[in-house]
């Protein structure tokens, strides 16, 4: 075969330190764009984000050529740097230490961008350390819920 084809399409999560309450409506305005610029920018393509003010859901294509792992790591840390120097006020945020990170079917693209959408909604009925357990869950990851939260 004379190139490399693929589909690698990932729905990820992860939240504030602590889950405080950093991501309002202002924030979020700017911060979407923002971590959209630096998937881009590691030629990844995002599809859609959301979340509320303690967590971001994210889905997009990644490039199989680089891991998951070193695209969250540039995220989160390009990312609060730019808070910091957006947000003088928020000079104490912080990224939880770890993420979630599910692989999406095609055919499942419209469930997935409705969830995202949705966020608001889903978290007036539950709270994210519950999203979270239950996304664990349904993907059969296995974890020890001790060390999950810190």
Known sequence: ???????????????TKHRRPWISSEVAGRLYPYLAGVIRGEK?????????????????????????????????????????ETFPALKDFA????????????SQEPVIKSYIASQREHHQ??????EFLRL????????????VFD
């Open 95 to 106: 990224w939880q230490e770890g993420y979630g990170v599910f692989s999406v079917s095609k």
């Open 44 to 84: 990844g393509l995002l599809y859609d984000i959301g979340g509320v003010e303690d967590h971001v859901h994210l889905y997009w294509r990644w490039r199989p050529d680089e891991s998951v792992s070193n695209l969250m790591r540039n995220l989160k840390s390009q990312s609060s740097g730019w808070i910091h």
């Open 125 to 130: 009925r539950t709270d994210f350390k519950s």
């Open 1 to 15: 075969m004379s190139g490399t084809y693929s589909q690698l399409l990932l729905h990820g999560v992860f939240s």
């Open 136 to 147: 664990l869950r349904a993907h059969d990851v296995e974890f020890d819920e001790r060390y």
